[in-house]
T-cell receptor, first 116, second 112 residues
Framework: GAVVSQHPSRVICKSGTSVKIECRSLDFQATTMFWYRQFPKQSLMLMATSNEGSKATYEQGVEKDKFLINHASLTLSTLTVTSAHPEDSSFYIC????????????FGEGSWLTVV | GENVEQHPSTLSVQEGDSAVIKCTYSDSASNYFPWYKQELGKGPQLIIDIRSNVGEKKDQRIAVTLNKTAKHFSLHITETQPEDSAVYFCAASIGSARQLTFGSGTQLTVLP
């Protein structure tokens, strides 16, 4: 079936640096990708919706200048956490869909970010 | 916006028993209701979904029911096995191409 791949699965970075997480749809064209954040033992919180070739739509309370999202192709979206701080440490998960009504949303395996 | 409530937050059952997890949603326009299983440290895995034109759907040991009038849907797992232990999330959206609103999750533990 359809597969969504995230990379890296785990990353540790120093405070103040930036880190990029990639989300790829491996066998379908994802017109829409979603980025979520999940804290331990909590649910998934939508951060932003990314449509190929256009600017991402951010949820209320999510800083667009801190969490840069790029969806330059139909198979790749990237999330860059800029000037990372320890409170940005979290599990980041992407999902992707073809955008066709009736199609399924597929999730990536997630990326653990630890800011030290 | 949409609000999805999920109960219970934790559920323990004996191996072989059934497990039921319930969710309610607020937006009557929602028409797509997937269920996800999430194991520790991994992304959510779709286990079953239902659309608003269907009242029930079954896939082997897993079934989902939807009551549009009451705006609630439930996940039923029969003949539970220890490998069913995980966190289960319900979600709702208006169309499967739109963003999902997730429930708070249920930690299911199947005791051997």
């Amino acid at each position: 079936g359809a597969v969504v791949s995230q990379h890296p699965s785990r990353v540790i970075c120093k405070s103040g640096t930036s880190v990029k997480i990639e989300c790829r749809s491996l066998d379908f064209q994802a017109t829409t990708m979603f980025w979520y954040r999940q804290f331990p033992k909590q649910s998934l919180m939508l951060m932003a919706t990314s449509n190929e070739g256009s600017k991402a739509t951010y949820e209320q309370g999510v800083e667009k200048d801190k969490f840069l999202i790029n969806h330059a192709s139909l198979t790749l979206s990237t999330l860059t956490v800029t000037s990372a701080h320890p409170e940005d440490s979290s599990f980041y998960i992407c999902s992707a869909t073809t955008g066709t009504p009736g199609n399924t949303i597929y999730f990536g395996e997630g990326s653990w970010l630890t800011v030290v | 916006g949409e609000n999805v409530e999920q109960h219970p937050s934790t559920l323990s059952v004996q191996e072989g028993d059934s497990a039921v997890i319930k969710c309610t949603y607020s937006d009557s326009a929602s028409n797509y209701f997937p269920w996800y299983k999430q194991e520790l440290g991994k992304g959510p895995q779709l286990i079953i979904d239902i659309r608003s034109n269907v009242g029930e759907k079954k896939d082997q040991r897993i079934a989902v029911t939807l009551n549009k009038t009451a705006k609630h849907f439930s996940l039923h797992i029969t003949e539970t096995q220890p490998e069913d232990s995980a966190v289960y999330f319900c979600a709702a959206s208006i169309g499967s191409a739109r963003q999902l609103t997730f429930g708070s999750g249920t930690q299911l533990t199947v005791l051997p």
